[in-house]
C-alpha cells in the first residue's frame, strides 16, 4: 500500500493567508494536533470572542493520510515531525524516533484508558480529574458507530469523532481468532476495553468512518453542514512555526511566530520575516508533549539553570518543564502462519484489497493495520497496591508480516522482516503501559529550528523490561492455545541472539534489541498542586505564574495513562476548553 504515500495532495481544505490576521484575538491556540483543534473549535462556539489557531504543518489532506490503511507510509514523511532520541544505554546505545504525534499521523486507534488510569490523577493533586469527572467529555466528543455498543452507558453517538471497528468492521478471521485465544488464556472476557476498567480485548476501536481517517481537523473543524473552520471568529494559519510566548510583567501579551513552509533550512528561516499577534485573554499551548515544553522554554519558562545555559533570558523559573517525559514502548513478534488467510503484499491480493476498500469502505486499506487490542496484567503488575489497579501490559495484534516497505520496519525490527517464501504471517506487539523509566527534554541552543534534545531513558527500571519479556512468554503461550491451533503458529527468531529462543536470557535480550515506542510522549509539562515543585500547571491547566497562558495536550498528564494516548489528548482538549469558557462566564 505503499503507493500512496506517493499520490498527490487531494486539495487545499481552506485558504490559510497570513493576510487574514486580525490585529488582536481573544484566544490563541498553539498546535492544531489532536488537542488543539478541540480547543480551537469550542472556544470559537461563542460568536463572542475571536479564536486563531497556529498549525506548524499544513491541513494534511492528502491520500495517504485520509486513507487508514496508509499509516504505515506516514512515517519519516514530511507530515512527520522525526523527532529522534539520544542514543539509549540501555538498549544498545540505538537512537529512537518520537513522533510529535496528532490524530493525522497515528494509527487511529481510540483507547480511553480506565478508571485507575484517572482516579490516579485525581489522588495526585489533579482536582475534577478523576474517571466520574472526565467520562462527560470523552462522551461529548464519541460519535460511536458501533451498533452493539453505541447505546451503552459509556458511550455516545452524538459527538462529532467517529468511532467504529477496524477494516470497516470486516476483520480477518486471524484477528477474530487471536481475540478468542486471547480470552481462553486469560479468562479475560471484556468485549469493551472502553467501559471502565481499562481491561479486555476486541477488534480495535479506531477513529475512521466510511472508510476515511476521521482525525480531529476533520472532527471539530471541517465537520457537518456549518463546519467551525467557516466560522467568522475562527481564524487558522497553517506553515505557523511558533517561536515564542510573549509575557509581559507575568502576563501573556501574545505569540510570535514566522510562516515556514516545511522543509525550510536554518538559515532560511532567520532571514524570515516574524509575525507578532496580541492576546487579550488566554494563550492555549497544544503542540505536544515534545513541543509544548520547547516553547515554553523559548519564551523563558523552565528550568533557569537551562534556559541561562542555552542563552535564553528566563521569564519563570519552573523547574518541572521539559521533566517527567513518559512513553509506551512494545516489542514486536512476528509469525508464520499456515491457513493462508492473512494479509499479504503480493500483487493479486493488493487489488482486492483495494477493491473492498473502493467499493464497500470494509477490509485492511479501509482502517488501521492493528486489527485487534488486548489489555491484561503482567505477572509483575504493581499497580494494585494503591488501590487504582489498572493493565499494565498492552497487545496490538496486526493480521499481517510487517514487511521491508515500511518505514515501521527500518526502526530496528530486524527480525520482523526475514527473506521469505511465505509471506502469510501475524505480527503481535506486545506492548509496556505503566513503564517506571523517565526522561526530560531539554534545549540544545535558543534557535526554535535547532534539534530538541529527547532523552526518554528508555528500559533504564528492571520492571519495564520484566513486563515486555512477560509479554513475550505471554504472546507464545496465546499462539500456542486451542483458539490458534489451526493457524500452526511459528516465530520468527532472532538468530543472531547467542541464546535459546525459549529461554529468559534470550528474550531479555530481543527486547532490549528490539523494543520501540509506540509514540506516545507525555508528561513534559504535568498537572499537579501549587506545592509540588515539578509541577507546570495546576488542575485547571493554568501555567504557574504566568496569567493568560494554559497547556492542553498530552504534556500535561502527572503519569501516563494505560492506553494509547490519543482519546485522553482529545479528552483533555474539551475539558480544557470547557473550563475557559465556564471562566468566562463568572
Keep these: ?40 473549535a469550542r472556544l470559537s462556539e461563542d460568536k463572542n470572542v475571536n479564536v486563531l489557531l497556529l498549525e506548524a504543518g499544513g491541513d494534511g ?43 493525522s499521523v497515528n494509527a487511529m486507534l481510540y483507547v480511553r484508558g480506565g478508571r485507575g488510569d484517572y482516579d490516579g490523577w485525581a489522588a495526585a493533586g489533579c482536582d475534577g480529574w478523576g474517571y466520574e469527572d472526565v467520562l462527560s467529555y470523552f462522551k461529548k466528543s464519541e460519535g460511536c458507530h458501533i451498533p452493539s455498543l453505541c447505546q451503552r452507558e459509556h458511550h455516545s453517538a452524538d459527538g462529532p469523532l467517529n468511532i467504529q471497528y477496524a477494516s470497516g468492521g470486516d476483520p480477518n478471521p486471524l484477528t477474530k481468532d487471536f481475540i478468542a485465544a486471547f480470552r481462553q488464556v486469560t479468562g479475560i472476557t471484556n468485549d469493551d476495553y472502553n467501559s471502565g476498567d481499562g481491561y479486555g480485548a476486541s477488534v480495535s476501536f479506531q477513529t475512521v468512518h466510511n472508510g476515511l481517517r476521521c482525525d480531529t481537523a476533520r472532527a471539530f473543524l471541517f465537520n457537518g453542514e456549518k463546519p467551525a473552520i467557516r466560522r467568522p471568529n475562527l481564524t487558522v494559519i497553517t506553515s505557523a512555526h511558533v517561536t515564542r510566548i510573549a509575557v509581559e510583567n507575568g502576563k501573556t501579551t501574545g505569540v510570535y511566530f514566522k510562516c515556514s513552509p516545511h ?26 508533549a515534545v513541543h509544548t515544553p520547547a516553547i515554553l522554554m523559548y519564551s523563558g519558562i523552565g528550568p533557569q539553570d537551562h534556559l541561562k545555559k542555552v542563552g535564553i533570558k528566563v521569564t519563570k523559573h519552573l523547574p518541572g518543564v ?27 491480493d493488493t487489488v482486492r484489497y483495494f477493491g473492498k476498500y473502493f467499493l464497500h469502505s470494509t477490509g485492511p486499506v479501509a482502517g488501521s493495520p492493528v486489527e485487534a487490542l488486548a489489555f491484561m496484567d503482567s505477572a509483575v503488575n504493581t499497580s494494585a497496591q494503591n488501590g487504582r489497579k489498572r493493565p499494565d501490559l498492552q497487545f496490538h495484534i496486526l493480521p ?22 511465505h509471506d502469510h504471517g501475524l505480527t503481535v506487539f506486545p506492548t509496556l503501559l505503566l513503564p517506571e523509566s523517565t526522561g526530560y527534554i531539554e534545549l540544545n541552543s535558543s534557535h526554535p529550528l535547532d534539534d530538541i534534545r529527547v532523552e526518554p531513558n528508555y528500559l533504564s527500571a528492571e520492571y519495564d523490561i520484566k513486563v515486555l519479556m512477560d509479554g513475550i512468554f505471554k504472546c507464545r503461550e496465546i499462539a500456542k492455545s486451542q483458539a490458534l ?29 528490539q523494543a520501540i515506542t509506540v509514540y506516545h510522549p507525555v508528561g513534559t509539562a504535568k498537572m499537579g498542586r501549587a506545592d509540588d515543585p515539578m509541577a507546570v500547571v495546576d488542575s485547571r491547566c493554568r501555567v504557574f505564574g504566568i496569567e493568560g497562558l494554559r497547556v492542553a495536550d498530552a504534556s500535561v498528564m502527572p503519569r501516563i495513562v494505560a492506553a494509547n494516548t490519543n482519546a485522553a489528548c482529545i479528552m483533555i ?14
Design 1 to 40: 500500500m505503499s503507493i500512496l504515500a506517493n499520490l498527490p495532495v487531494i486539495g487545499p481544505l481552506f485558504s490559510s493567508n497570513k493576510d487574514q490576521l486580525l490585529k488582536d484575538y481573544d484566544y490563541i491556540v498553539i498546535g492544531g494536533g489532536s488537542a488543539g483543534c478541540v480547543v480551537a
Design 61 to 103: 489532506n492528502t491520500f495517504a493520510v485520509r486513507t487508514p490503511g496508509a499509516y504505515f507510509d506516514l512515517q519519516m514523511t514530511e507530515v512527520d515531525w522525526q523527532v529522534k532520541t539520544r542514543p539509549q544505554k540501555a538498549m544498545g546505545g540505538r537512537i529512537g524516533l518520537c513522533l510529535g504525534g496528532c490524530s
Design 263 to 288: 522543509g525550510t533550512s536554518k538559515e532560511a528561516f532567520m532571514t524570515l520575516p516574524e509575525t507578532f499577534i496580541p492576546v487579550t485573554e488566554q494563550v492555549i499551548l497544544s503542540a505536544g
Design 322 to 348: 521539559g521533566r517527567n517525559l513518559q512513553d509506551h514502548l512494545f516489542v514486536g513478534l512476528a509469525f508464520k502462519e499456515y491457513q493462508g488467510v492473512a494479509y499479504t503484499s503480493r500483487l493479486l
Design 400 to 421: 499481517a508480516r510487517i514487511t521491508k516497505q515500511t518505514h515501521y520496519a527500518r526502526t530496528n525490527t530486524k527480525p520482523l522482516q526475514p527473506e521469505l517464501s
Design 485 to 513: 491451533e489451526p493457524y500452526k503458529l511459528e516465530e520468527i527468531v532472532d538468530t543472531t541472539i547467542p541464546f535459546p529462543p525459549d529461554t529468559p536470557a534470550y528474550v531479555r535480550e530481543y527486547v532490549k534489541r
Design 573 to 586: 482538549g474539551e475539558k480544557v476548553a470547557d473550563m475557559i469558557k465556564k471562566d468566562r462566564q463568572k
